[in-house]
């Protein structure tokens, strides 16, 4: 069966420093890979996509940046965190082209201070 | 574009009775919808599905209606229980590669 792992589960980080987060999948391959954000009281945000090694769109301007080094191996990064970046990320995965679903992990809350 | 919206972000509903949760859509590629719940500090899990072949999907407590016309979507618990209290989200998965979540609405169900 497929799982997602997403860690750390809680980061507290303070501003100026570098962010990692990693997300591995298991049990499939060359899914389409997803962070999302999920801001306090607000809905989910989707910043990244990535529907192959190598291959990342984003989708909403930011100082974050994600890498995919391996099919099944996500990464969302920063050099300098924000104060706004503070939230919980959130990342899934799903079978190209198929509409019955994301995956999600269990999520990181961030708190920038 | 595709969008997706729920226009209420809260609702409080006392136990056994029925919440409704709304999304309204435009521009759907395939008027197919999924909602997911979601708990804090957990990732959000699929709940239920409806395709536009049919106009209500229900799976126990769970029924998900569909007003193609209207271009919305309801999603009905009955009888709601505490443990339902979450944030759900209304999602178009348009061609399958880039999923549109609502804002989501919290439920809250009162013991």
């Known amino acids: 069966s497929q799982t997602i792992h997403q860690w750390p589960a809680t980061l507290v980080q303070p501003v100026g420093s570098p962010l990692s987060l990693e997300c591995t999948v298991e049990?499939?391959?060359?899914?389409?890979l997803y962070w999302y954000r999920q801001a306090a009281g607000r809905g989910l945000q989707l910043l990244f996509y990535s529907v192959g090694i190598g291959q990342i769109s984003s989708e909403v301007p930011q100082n974050l940046s994600a890498s995919r080094p391996q099919d099944r191996q996500f990464i969302l990064s920063s050099k300098k965190l924000l104060l706004s970046d503070s939230g919980f990320y959130l990342c899934?995965?799903?079978?190209?082209?198929?509409?019955?679903?994301?995956?999600f992990g269990s999520g990181t809350r961030l708190t920038v201070v | 574009d595709q969008q997706v919206k729920q226009n209420s972000p809260s609702l409080s509903v006392q136990e056994g009775r029925i919440s409704i949760l709304n999304c309204d859509y435009t521009?759907?590629?395939?008027?197919?919808f999924l909602w997911y719940k979601k708990y804090p500090a957990e990732g959000p899990t699929f709940l239920i599905s409806i395709s536009s072949i049919k106009d209500k999907n229900e799976d126990g407590r769970f029924t998900v209606f569909l007003n193609k016309s209207a271009k919305h979507l309801s999603l009905h618990i009955v009888p709601s229980q505490p443990g339902d209290s979450a944030v759900y989200f209304c999602a178009d998965p348009g061609t399958g590669n880039q999923f549109y979540f609502g804002t989501g609405t919290s439920l809250t169900v009162i013991p």
């Open positions: 899934a995965w799903s079978v190209p082209g198929a509409t019955y679903g994301y995956t």
């Open positions: 049990g499939t391959s060359n899914p389409n």
């Open positions: 521009n759907s590629m395939f008027d197919y």
